[in-house]
């Protein structure tokens, strides 16, 4: 972890599976709260998904 200040808006993308809603949960309980729906697509093998999170104030 670098000392740099935490981005108020990130884009988590990747394979729809427990990893990834593994990546969200840790992003909420650091201070990040849902922006939007989010988008999924669908890659010929797998769903991929991406959430945007915003940084609480």
Do not use: W
Request: charged share 25%; glycine share 8%.
């Amino acid at each position: 972890m670098t000392d740099e200040a935490p981005l108020r808006y990130r884009v988590l993308t990747g394979q729809d599976d427990k990893a990834f809603c593994a990546r969200v949960s840790e992003a909420l309980e650091s201070g990040y709260r849902l922006h939007g729906s989010p988008a999924l697509t669908y890659n010929g093998d797998r769903v991929i998904v991406a959430q945007a999170l915003v940084l609480e104030d």
